[in-house]
């Protein structure tokens, strides 16, 4: 009664009969039921659905478990970003590598706007051009689910006006599922290094994902970054 469907129906629904429940109707099932975001999730994917409303960007939190995993690659730099892409944590290799996230603020701990905009990251990516092209594809595939969120509009809207390569880059609406590569770096202390890299989502609905960066045999990646580990300074280390 409260979900607004016949009692046959639903019960035909329950058990598991072909009756095709349209978005409207299992919306109005999650409500009555009072099902959480979980499960709702769940029932949509039971039906073969899509859920229709907006996304909105949740608040970023890194909780323990996931904070002492990142801790424990000590050779591997990794990071954690939300949905927008920004930063959340990092290890020390990541600080090693990329330098200290702790040093930025707001949008500029933000991938997107590092690739971009940083000159160090910039000079760091030895094919630039071809990562940033690549970078931004996969960010619009993902940005695709938070349409009309303000706080995307605004990076997006920042980004049109600080890059021009993002600029022209950005209308061709270029859409690339990104899930693992190659890159190859020119540190301004190590010289060449090679890594591999894997996106990991976290599945506990937030979008968030780790970042996980493997070095390789090939110019001695492996060595380099011990050395650059063992040269950090105690303040970039992590507690």
């Known amino acids: 009664m409260i979900a607004g469907v016949g009692t046959t129906w639903y019960t035909w629904l329950e058990q598991g009969r072909d009756v095709r429940p349209s978005v409207e109707v299992l919306t109005a099932l999650s409500g009555a039921l009072r099902l959480d975001a979980a499960e709702k999730r769940h029932l949509f994917t039971l039906a073969g659905r899509q859920q229709p409303e907006r996304r909105r960007i949740a608040e970023g939190k890194v909780e323990g478990p996931l904070l002492h995993m990142l801790q424990s690659l000590v050779l591997q730099p990794a990071y954690v970003v939300g949905p927008r892409w920004d930063v959340l944590a990092w290890n020390d290799a990541a600080v090693a590598i990329f330098g200290d996230y702790g040093l930025l603020e707001g949008d500029a701990r933000n991938i997107i706007h590092g690739v971009f905009t940083d000159p160090h990251r ?22 695709a689910r938070y349409v009309g969120d303000p706080d995307f509009e605004r990076l997006i809207a920042l980004m049109m006006r600080s890059s021009p390569e993002f600029r022209e880059w950005w209308p061709q609406r270029d859409v690339v599922h990104r899930l693992s590569g190659m890159k ?33 045999a090939e110019q001695n990646s492996i060595a380099k970054l011990r050395s650059l580990l063992d040269a950090l300074p105690a303040e970039q280390r992590s507690a």
């Open 122 to 143: 910039r000079h760091l990516l030895v094919d630039w051009e071809q990562l940033a092209r690549a970078t931004l594809a996969a960010f619009r595939a993902e940005s």
């Open 184 to 216: 190859h770096l020119r540190h301004p202390i190590a010289g060449a290094m090679a890594f591999e890299h894997m996106s990991l989502s976290i599945d506990d609905g937030s979008d968030m994902k780790l970042i996980v960066y493997t070095p390789l």
